[in-house]
């Protein structure tokens, strides 16, 4: 999510603003027939578990988004609106290569699950710190209800060894969420636990977050390619996984079935 300034538009959700796009009603049918073939066994198992994950994190990413731009729309800027934020359009959330194409090469080459997507929030019409700050972090509480969502068959005990290959895609997706979850909340300049921060600190402390959020990712990236801390994190999302009820052993079969690639 991203701040800027700029003249408020009209009040008021233009007509089919908040109308779902036909881009996510594609990428939800995708995820729905991919989870019924991985569930039947119908097709290639591998390709299905990467088309299941793949749509799985896109949903979560418009839903993410989706909830930054609501949030925004609630605490008075209705240019989110306007810009089509409110549409769960995954093109409309800013630079395609930085908010899509970057988290999605990641996903698929190392089956991580980066932050994706950001909207141009027009802060000048938000009144209130708190109110600030619930925009930032309304994105990654979105996060955490799609892991608790995906998490709960688990905690109920379902038999996951009836149809192993899908509850496995299934896992690997959570965890994916889990992940996203705890990125989405590291206090770094340009990404969103950093921007619920912002409100609270000094001009002068402001101002050198200003400057530096926009190469936010990248210093976000360049942290977690370090050897300690990518182990640090990851001990972390292991640690919070076991404590929630997600099975790991699960989790990385689905990774497995989904890098297909790496099998050949």
Same mark, same amino acid.
């Given at each position: ?13 233009? +007509? ?8 996510? *009603? ?9 989870? =019924? ?10 390709? %299905? !578990? ?6 799985? =994190? ?21 240019? !989110? ?7 769960? %359009? /995954? &093109? ?22 980066? /932050? ?8 000048? =019409?938000?009144?209130?710190? *708190? ?11 979105? $996060? ?6 995906? #998490? ?6 379902? %038999? ?6 899908? =509850? ?15 990125? $989405?909340? #590291? ?9 619920? &921060? ?7 402390? +402001? ?10 990712? *990248? ?10 801390? %990518? ?5 972390? #999302?292991?640690?919070?996984? $076991?404590?929630?009820?997600? /099975? ?8 497995? *079935? ?7």
């Amino acid at each position: 999510m991203t701040y800027r300034s700029g003249r408020r538009l009209a009040i008021g959700v233009p +007509r089919g603003a908040s109308r779902p796009s036909p881009l996510f *009603l594609c990428i939800l049918a995708v995820f729905v027939i991919t989870a =019924w073939t991985t569930w039947s066994g119908y097709g290639s198992v591998r390709l %299905n !578990v990467f088309l299941f994950v793949v749509a799985g =994190w896109l949903l979560s990413l418009c839903l993410h988004e989706f909830a930054h731009a609501l949030t925004a729309y609630r605490s008075g800027d209705a240019s !989110v609106a306007q810009k089509g934020y409110l549409s769960l %359009n /995954p &093109l409309k959330y800013t630079h395609w290569l930085l908010s899509l194409a970057l988290p999605l090469f990641f996903l698929i080459v190392g089956g991580i699950g980066l /932050p994706g997507g950001a909207v141009w929030i027009d802060r000048t =019409w938000i009144r209130g710190r *708190l109110k600030d700050s619930l925009i930032s972090l309304a994105g990654p509480a979105t $996060n955490m209800l799609f892991t608790a969502v995906l #998490v709960l068959p688990f905690a109920f005990g379902v %038999n996951t060894f009836a149809h192993p290959d899908f =509850w496995s895609a299934w896992a690997f997706l959570a965890f994916l969420q889990l992940m996203a979850s705890l990125l $989405n909340l #590291v206090p770094i300049p340009g990404v969103d636990g950093g921007n619920a &921060l912002r409100p609270w600190l000094s001009h002068d402390w +402001r101002r050198g977050f200003d400057a530096v959020a926009p190469y936010g990712m *990248l210093l976000f990236l360049a942290l977690l390619w370090q050897p300690r801390i %990518n182990a640090i994190f990851f001990d972390v #999302v292991d640690g919070l996984a $076991n404590l929630i009820g997600l /099975p790991l052993d699960f989790a990385d079969f689905g990774r497995s *079935l989904f890098m297909f690639w790496q099998s050949w």
